[in-house]
């Protein structure tokens, strides 16, 4: 058998100028699994990727921020990245705004630019437009964000830079008992004790939602099956625009009294449901199961 070739190591260098949403490109980036430095000094450039190639595979994209925060370092970055290109799969994606847009965002976080010193905001953003000339022309992607706002500039950085079929949001469906408090980090909460309870029912009380004859009792009780349709009718258009929103982790908790045999038979229902849904990978948590 021919043995394919390794897949060549993916680097990403975000630079641009400062205000334009660099920092809004990292998070994205990390998201996306990227393997994400911020504020890298040009020349820590090669033994990241170095030491990336060592790691077989475990890192295999690597996103790096280097603007010029890195002060006089960042000089050196073109003929660094010239030196790159040879090995590592390597890209530039530049981020820039309009004058006009950097100055209101710099007011609006009320901080001044890093190359402005004595001078003022404008001051700055013409010594960092001279310095960056150079890279901006030599840069694979650049996209201005004058027009975005930081949900459009995140879908933006998705949409570039997402493996094809990687899931856009990741769904943890969570079964709780709410004797023992509501999860804290529930976007969304829905209540099954309107459901008889199998624990009143002697042959079930040991089982649990896990078990066929439990999940059978839950599904088939007056109301479950119509609550479970209508409520993933309803939870589609929620879980369309969290992906439009960029929300890329997401917990939906549905709880009984002690979380043993209600909430885990429906999420269990649910899960085998959502999981058929493009672009959203399900996680099943039962959070109180085996307390009792």
């Known amino acids: 058998m021919v043995e394919e070739p390794p897949t060549p190591q993916q680097v990403l260098i975000v630079t641009g100028m400062s205000g334009a949403g660099r920092s809004t490109a990292a998070n994205v980036l990390e998201d996306l699994d990227w393997y994400v430095v911020d504020n890298l000094p040009p020349q820590m450039l090669r033994p990241l990727t170095d030491l990336a190639e060592r ?6 994209r690597v996103a790096a921020v280097v603007d010029v925060r890195g002060r006089d370092f960042f000089a050196a970055l073109q003929d660094i990245v010239q030196s790159l290109r040879g090995g590592a799969h390597v890209r530039i994606l530049f ?3 309009s004058d ?3 100055v209101r ?3 609006a976080v009320r901080r001044p630019h890093p190359l ?7 001051d700055g953003i013409r010594i960092e437009r001279g310095r960056l000339a150079a890279i901006r022309e030599s840069s694979d992607i650049v996209v201005d964000t004058s027009d975005l706002n930081i949900h459009q500039l995140a879908t933006k950085i998705r949409d570039l830079f997402s493996e094809e079929g990687a899931p856009a949001l990741h769904l943890t469906i969570m079964s709780f008992g709410f004797k023992y408090g509501l999860p804290p980090d529930a976007d969304m909460v829905a209540d099954a004790r309107f459901l008889p309870n199998p624990f009143w029912v002697p042959e079930l009380k040991p089982l649990t939602g896990l078990d066929e004859q439990v999940s ?8 479950a099956t119509e609550f479970l349709d209508h409520y993933l009718e309803a939870l589609l258009p929620v879980l369309d625009g969290y992906q439009r929103e960029n929300k890329r982790h997401a917990v939906l908790a549905l709880g009984c009294t002690g979380g043993k045999h209600r909430s885990v038979a429906m999420t269990e229902y649910l899960a085998s449901r959502l999981s058929r849904l493009d672009g959203v990978a399900v996680t099943l948590n039962h959070r109180d ?3 009792e």
């Open 95 to 97: 981020l820039d705004a």
């Open 116 to 122: 402005q010193g004595s001078g003022t905001i404008v």
């Open 55 to 60: 790691a077989e595979g475990a890192i295999p």
């Open 216 to 223: 059978e009792y839950v599904l088939s009780r007056d109301g």
């Open 100 to 102: 006009a847009v950097l």
């Open 289 to 291: 199961l085996g307390r």
């Open 105 to 107: 965002r710099f007011e």
